[in-house]
């Protein structure tokens, strides 16, 4: 089991920056990504590590978003760049060991002038 806890949402402007933290209890190997939410839509992938350790992105953040991780902090990151208002969202990150997927609590970022 793995707990996890998102921080770094917040209202930004459009052109703003933000970075999103997930802090994980345990080993964060098992963390695959970070999630969206917007009201009334279902939760989208927004960027992923591949199992070969790779990247990867949602079409409509490339180029603007990127995520890492630092493995002595047990947290994963996701830098927003030139932010949109479309980007807000309630944010997830998500751990996965076979069976069952972990979400944290999610924060919220607004995107707004």
């Known amino acids: 089991q793995v707990q996890l806890v998102e921080s770094g949402g917040g209202l930004v402007q459009p052109g703003g920056s933000l970075r999103l933290s997930c802090a994980a209890s345990g080993s964060i190997a098992s963390i695959k990504g970070w999630y969206r939410q917007a009201p009334g839509k279902q939760r989208d992938l927004v960027a992923s590590?591949?199992?070969?350790?790779?990247?990867n992105y949602a079409d409509s953040v490339k180029g603007r978003f990127a995520i890492s991780r630092d493995n002595a902090k047990n947290t994963v990151y996701l830098q927003m760049n030139s932010l949109k208002p479309e980007d807000t969202a309630v944010y997830y990150c998500?751990?996965?060991?076979?069976?069952?997927?972990?979400w944290g609590q999610g924060t919220q970022v607004t995107v707004s002038s």
């Open positions: 998500k751990a996965s060991i076979w069976p069952y997927d972990y």
């Open positions: 590590f591949t199992s070969s350790g790779r990247t």
